[in-house]
């Protein structure tokens, strides 16, 4: 039983990753409330880098920032709990017309 959570923990982390990387802007408010908790803690992303041979002979990969997966894997959970913590607080102050 704990295998198939784990294994679907993990195929949660990698659809979530491939939507930040390619469409970000496509996540409804549960999950973007997610990406906002990540966005700017760097242990939750890699910096691609290359050599300048590499990068002229063109084997360098893009140079764009993409998610650590095995980070996020090891603290999914919890981002999930923040986030509905996050989302939870912000409801409550619409409900009392306070603007977040």
Do not use: C, K
Not at 37 to 54: C, K, Q, T
Not at 57 to 77: I, Q, Y
Request: overall charge negative; proline content about 5%; glycine content about 4%.
């Amino acid at each position: 039983m704990l295998a198939r959570i784990q294994a679907s923990s993990l195929a949660v982390v990698e659809l979530f990753a491939l939507l930040v990387e390619n469409a970000a802007e496509m996540l409804p408010d549960p999950w973007s409330t997610v990406l906002d908790l990540i966005a700017a803690e760097e242990r939750f992303w890699v910096y691609p880098s290359a050599n300048v041979g590499d990068i002229e002979d063109g084997l360098s990969p893009a140079f764009v920032p993409h998610l650590d997966r095995a980070a996020l894997a090891t603290e999914w959970n919890g981002l999930l709990e923040h986030a509905q913590r996050v989302s939870d607080a912000r409801s409550s102050s619409a409900q009392h017309g306070l603007e977040a």
